[in-house]
């Protein structure tokens, strides 16, 4: 698939005559409800943030030049301007909601198609300057406004709707990838979008190029006790913690990284390595993916210049840390808090629910 198609072959249309799965219910979105874990003691993957989306992402439309231009030309149709990022959400309590604009009041920008949701109304993204005002990008919308700013992942990720952060996550990847990627790596000709948005191909040589995903790993490692490492990298603040992780590197296998970034980072010798659930995380352009490992040993020495200090928690351990406020964890956003809430058994308490802080 990431060949040297000459240009033709690479804008190539591929006309579909239906548009597979559009209509109500998505069998997409049906699919990806009933994901089951791979592993009894492991919460299902539709449970990890981000992983969520209802939008069916509808591939074979992204190259049907038809449908996508009269998809733009529907008022129907909803954009979701992204800048650095971030898009336009409305706050409430405890939730938030994207903001979209009709395609006619999307600024320039590289537009990409993101998908086709259960009542037939597609989706597209447009890297580009975000509305200045709610009013401008809702003009009919008469609702209170103030509680309306830019937002990016890390910030509404946990607020969105399962379709809303999917939009997000999909477009944010996209926008961050075309930023960087306007010129041709192998003749450094520019490149221009194809596949609505979804691969550049060079104009000079042919060359087809997609979005680029750099996976890291995760892993919550644990001992023979069932208890868990934890870790402060050398750049957070006292009490903080998370568990280990680290980027595939070239010519290695997700397995070879935790094992390898566990050793490099603590010290520790792990005997196997399970594979748990994954995450996009395009800030810029990672995919997490997340393991359980199991320790050989359990002595520590702390690789000091990523890791200021790491240790073993049992789950009373971690409880009692957590209520005292010596620990501060994850964000819910993060596959790491998901991790740690599997092998935890439930979610974390939080010091302020003990009404001692
Ligand atoms: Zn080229």
Same mark, same amino acid.
């Given at each position: 698939?990431?060949?040297?198609?000459?240009?033709?072959?690479?804008?190539?249309?591929?006309?579909?005559?239906?548009?597979?799965?559009?209509?109500?219910?998505?069998?997409? #979105?049906?699919?990806?409800?009933?994901?089951?874990?791979?592993?009894?003691?492991?919460?299902?993957? /539709?449970?990890?943030?981000?992983?969520?989306?209802?939008?069916?992402?509808?591939?074979?439309?992204?190259?049907?030049?038809?449908?996508?231009?009269? $998809?733009?030309?529907?008022?129907?149709?909803?954009?979701?301007?992204?800048?650095?990022?971030?898009?336009?959400? @409305?706050?409430?309590?405890?939730?938030?909601?994207?903001?979209?604009?009709?395609?006619? @009041?999307?600024?320039?920008? *590289?537009?990409?198609?993101?998908?086709?949701?259960?009542?037939?109304?597609?989706?597209?993204?447009?890297?580009?300057?975000?509305?200045?005002?709610?009013?401008?990008?809702?003009?009919?919308?008469?609702?209170?406004?103030?509680?309306?700013? @830019?937002?990016?992942? @890390?910030?509404?990720?946990?607020?969105?709707?399962?379709?809303?952060?999917?939009?997000?996550?999909?477009?944010?990847?996209? $926008?961050?990838?075309?930023?960087?990627?306007?010129? /041709?790596?192998?003749?450094?000709?520019?490149?221009? #979008?194809?596949?609505?948005?979804?691969?550049?191909? /060079?104009?000079?040589?042919? #060359?087809?190029?997609?979005?680029? /995903?750099?996976?890291?790993?995760?892993?919550?490692?644990?001992?023979?006790?069932?208890?868990?490492?934890?870790?402060?990298?050398?750049?957070?603040?006292?009490?903080?913690? #998370?568990?280990?992780?680290?980027?595939?590197?070239?010519?290695?296998?997700?397995?070879?990284?935790?094992?390898?970034?566990?050793?490099?980072?603590?010290?520790?010798? *792990?005997?196997?390595?399970?594979?748990?659930?994954?995450?996009?995380?395009?800030?810029?352009?990672?995919?997490?993916?997340?393991?359980?490992?199991?320790?050989?040993?359990?002595?520590?020495?702390?690789?000091?210049?990523?890791?200021?200090?790491?240790?073993?928690?049992?789950?009373?351990?971690?409880?009692?840390?957590?209520?005292?406020?010596?620990?501060?964890?994850?964000?819910?956003?993060?596959?790491?808090?998901?991790?740690?809430?599997?092998?935890?058994?439930?979610?974390?308490?939080?010091?302020?629910?003990?009404?001692?802080?």
């Amino acid at each position: 698939m990431h060949s040297s198609a000459p240009i033709d072959q690479c804008l190539a249309v591929t006309r579909v005559t239906s548009a597979t799965g559009r209509g109500a219910p998505s069998p997409y #979105s049906e699919a990806v409800a009933g994901l089951q874990p791979a592993s009894p003691d492991v919460r299902a993957p /539709c449970d990890i943030a981000l992983t969520r989306s209802e939008i069916e992402r509808s591939a074979a439309l992204r190259s049907d030049e038809e449908w996508l231009a009269a $998809a733009w030309a529907d008022r129907r149709s909803r954009v979701l301007v992204v800048e650095r990022g971030q898009a336009l959400a @409305r706050f409430g309590a405890g939730a938030a909601e994207l903001i979209f604009v009709p395609p006619e @009041r999307a600024p320039d920008g *590289v537009r990409f198609f993101l998908g086709v949701d259960s009542d037939d109304v597609a989706y597209f993204g447009v890297a580009g300057p975000l509305p200045l005002l709610p009013a401008e990008a809702e003009p009919e919308a008469s609702g209170d406004t103030s509680n309306v700013r @830019r937002a990016g992942l @890390r910030d509404a990720g946990a607020l969105l709707s399962d379709r809303d952060a999917g939009l997000l996550a999909h477009a944010v990847a996209l $926008a961050n990838w075309h930023a960087v990627a306007g010129y /041709c790596p192998r003749c450094g000709a520019p490149t221009e #979008s194809a596949q609505a948005g979804h691969s550049r191909c /060079c104009a000079v040589d042919g #060359s087809e190029h997609f979005p680029r /995903c750099d996976p890291a790993v995760i892993m919550l490692v644990t001992d023979s006790s069932d208890r868990c490492l934890l870790a402060r990298n050398a750049q957070w603040p006292a009490g903080r913690v #998370s568990i280990l992780a680290g980027f595939v590197e070239a010519g290695e296998s997700a397995e070879q990284a935790v094992a390898r970034e566990v050793f490099e980072e603590v010290g520790v010798v *792990v005997a196997s390595v399970s594979y748990a659930g994954s995450q996009p995380w395009p800030m810029p352009h990672s995919l997490m993916l997340g393991f359980r490992a199991e320790a050989a040993s359990t002595e520590i020495q702390v690789d000091a210049d990523e890791i200021a200090e790491a240790g073993w928690y049992s789950r009373d351990d971690l409880r009692d840390a957590i209520l005292r406020g010596d620990l501060l964890m994850p964000p819910s956003l993060s596959i790491s808090r998901w991790l740690i809430e599997t092998w935890y058994g439930a979610a974390l308490p939080t010091a302020s629910a003990t009404g001692l802080t």
